[in-house]
């Protein structure tokens, strides 16, 4: 059984659990974070789940993150490695088709997710929920949107010519996207229409994993 420490509001430990559905392998989840925890983020004065700061939790995970696994005995943080690890060990076919060039391609997917997405959300959940509303910043979050839709479009032509990121199947490289864009659409309400890539969320909404792990709207719009 995987061990997995994490938080489900944390979208970087959605990958992962998602990743675990896809695999189909047995895991446990262990709440843990420094700055989220029942009542929503410590700013709004409730405590953390903890662990994360304990020696113990740092000598798996010096950077006090989540997600991190413990597979026995194996410790692995970052969550697009974990997801490599999750498709490379127990789903080759099912997550990559048992094709290096997936694989790759989903890797190039997973880095474009962390440098052209990630930080804009990152604003986003900070500006519009987590940070007191006496301490948010309007302008912050616009320019999020803003740069947001340069790579939506950019996903949106892509999607034109094929059903998932890395062609005609599902693969890994559908995970990390998926949880970001799919967070987008919670939090941009008057958002601009990116079709290809609302009907490619369509078919990941599909997905039991997806279902199951990234969809409740709680996961990402809790302040
Ligand atoms: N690049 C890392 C990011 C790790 C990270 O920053 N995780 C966030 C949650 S998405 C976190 O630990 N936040 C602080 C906390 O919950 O204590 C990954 O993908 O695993």
Not at 28 to 33: D, F, N, P, Q, R
Not at 156 to 167: E, M, P, S
Request: glycine share 6%.
């Amino acid at each position: 059984m995987i061990q997995v420490w994490g938080r489900p509001t944390s979208i970087c430990t959605e990958r992962v659990l998602w990743g675990m559905a896809e695999a189909d392998v047995p895991y446990v989840l262990t709440l843990a974070s420094g700055t989220m925890g029942s009542q929503g983020h410590v700013s709004k004065g409730g405590p953390p789940f903890g662990i994360v700061n304990t020696p113990e939790y740092r000598k798996l995970n010096p950077n006090g993150t989540v997600p991190t696994i413990n597979d026995n005995g194996f410790i692995l943080w970052e969550s697009n490695a974990i997801l490599m690890y999750l498709a490379l060990k127990y789903a080759p076919e099912a997550m990559y088709q048992s094709k290096p060039e997936v694989l790759a391609q989903a890797s190039q997917w997973m880095a474009w997710t962390n440098e052209y997405l990630e930080p804009h959300l990152h604003t986003l959940v900070m500006e519009l929920l987590r940070l007191p509303p006496a301490q948010r910043n309007a302008a912050a979050a616009e320019d999020a949107f803003t740069e947001l839709k340069k790579p939506l479009a950019l996903l949106d032509a892509h999607l034109l010519q094929r059903d998932f990121v890395t062609g005609d199947r599902f693969s890994v490289g559908d995970i990390p996207v998926g949880c970001a864009v799919y967070r987008w659409t919670l939090l941009a309400n008057n958002r601009p229409k990116f079709p290809h890539v609302e009907a490619w969320l369509e078919r990941l909404a599909a997905r039991p994993g997806f279902e199951k792990h990234v969809e409740p709207p709680d996961f990402h719009l809790a302040g």
